[in-house]
Nanobody, 124 residues
Framework: QVQLNESGGGLVQAGGSLRLSCAASDHTFSPYAMGWFRQAPGKEREFVAR????????DYADIVKGRFAISRDNAKNTVFLQMNSLKPEDTAVYYCAADSGVVLTIVPDEVDYWGQGTQVTVSS
């Protein structure tokens, strides 16, 4: 069982930046495919970005492409989400996700592990 610990959310003005972090703790220390989803009030959870186990593949939702960047540090089993040019519509709870496969699924119901979520609020 892996535990995901997120940090870095907060309140920022439109056009600003935030960096989210998520550390995966697991006794096997094997890398997980990891990524981020988000859920705004009244909306379904949606895929944001993912990175494969060894960082060779990175994918983004179209709505964040060019503004967000995902990266990982396998020595620490940690994934980061750098969010730039934030917009009010980016306001949501952001969830870290992990999967034991090579690449994280983009379907929320198929994700193996979730973090507790961190609130990101972008003011206009």
């Amino acid at each position: 069982q892996v535990q995901l610990n997120e940090s870095g959310g907060g309140l920022v003005q439109a056009g600003g930046s935030l960096r989210l972090s998520c550390a995966a703790s697991d006794h096997t220390f094997s890398p997980y495919a990891m990524g981020w989803f988000r859920q705004a009030p009244g909306k379904e959870r949606e895929f944001v970005a993912r990175v494969s186990r060894y960082g060779g593949t990175r994918d983004y939702a179209d709505i964040v492409k060019g503004r967000f960047a995902i990266s990982r540090d396998n020595a620490k089993n940690t994934v980061f989400l750098q969010m730039n040019s934030l917009k009010p519509e980016d306001t949501a709870v952001y969830y870290c996700a992990a999967d034991s496969g090579v690449v994280l699924t983009i379907v929320p119901d198929e994700v193996d592990y979730w973090g507790q979520g961190t609130q990101v609020t972008v003011s206009s």
